[in-house]
Antibody, heavy 125, light 108 residues
Framework: QVPFVQSGAELKKPGASVKVSCEASRYTFANYALHWVRQAPGQRLEWMGRINGGDGNTKYSQSFQGRLTITRDTSVGTAYMELSSLTSADTGVYYC??????????????????WGPGTQVTVSS | DIQMTQSPSSLSASVGDRVTITCRASQNIKTSLNWYQQQPGKAPKLLITSASNLRSGVPSRFSGSGSGTDFTLTISSLQPEDFATYFC??????????FGQGTKLEIK
């Protein structure tokens, strides 16, 4: 059984927003933090931000500040990543990945031990 | 931000070869360095945590070493399933994370 189920591929026009979901199918969502990581074509993986499943606390990369919103619904064990004002540079695969609980300064078990399968987001006019 | 630089960017090798991939951090990250393997079209798979701790279930031909700014991933005897892209991740400066640019390991 896969640890996460992510929503399907998206095709968006420039300027639009996209919302991708990540359902924790195999563990207690509230005990961990879920992070979002982007892999753009030919680029290195890029950490975007994270949310604690339990308290909902979020932290965002400055690269996405103002455009990125991460939320969660504990009733369905799902985290959501919404990215606005899309450009072609946002084309890529978006992964969710798990660490332990995160405070403002650090995360428990800070390596990403389980990942979702990824969601392809394509931005094109 | 902590910059992570991997070398080489690509590498050709044969089954049975011993290969080493290097990751360098722009500042001291102690042993907060993790290694991942990624097959085409798949999510990354965690191999090694804290520079040298082999994740449960990962074959023992994989090993990691280093501390401070310089780290290595070694595959002692390449198997066909090892041809993939490998990248490092610093977890010293959490909750901010920085990845290496990746090393593509190809069959010679």
């Amino acid at each position: 059984q896969v640890p996460f189920v992510q929503s399907g591929a998206e095709l968006k026009k420039p300027g639009a927003s996209v919302k991708v979901s990540c359902e924790a199918s195999r563990y207690t969502f509230a005990n961990y933090a879920l992070h979002w990581v982007r892999q753009a074509p030919g680029q290195r993986l890029e950490w975007m931000g994270r949310i604690n499943g339990g308290d909902g606390n979020t932290k965002y990369s400055q690269s996405f500040q103002g455009r990125l919103t991460i939320t969660r619904d504990t009733s369905v064990g799902t985290a959501y990543m919404e990215l606005s004002s899309l450009t072609s540079a946002d084309t890529g695969v978006y992964y969710c990945a798990r660490t332990g609980f995160c405070s403002s300064y650090s995360c428990l078990a800070p390596h990403f031990d389980d990942w979702g399968p990824g969601t392809q987001v394509t931005v094109s006019s | 931000d902590i910059q992570m630089t991997q070398s080489p960017s690509s590498l050709s090798a044969s089954v049975g070869d011993r290969v080493t991939i290097t990751c360098r951090a722009s500042q001291n990250i102690k042993t907060s360095l993790n290694w991942y393997q990624q097959q085409p079209g798949k999510a990354p798979k965690l191999l090694i945590t804290s520079a040298s701790n082999l994740r449960s279930g990962v074959p023992s031909r994989f090993s990691g070493s280093g501390s401070g700014t310089d780290f290595t991933l070694t595959i002692s005897s390449l198997q066909p399933e090892d041809f993939a892209t490998y990248f490092c991740l610093q977890s010293y400066n959490t909750p901010i994370y920085n990845f290496g640019q990746g090393t593509k390991l190809e069959i010679k």
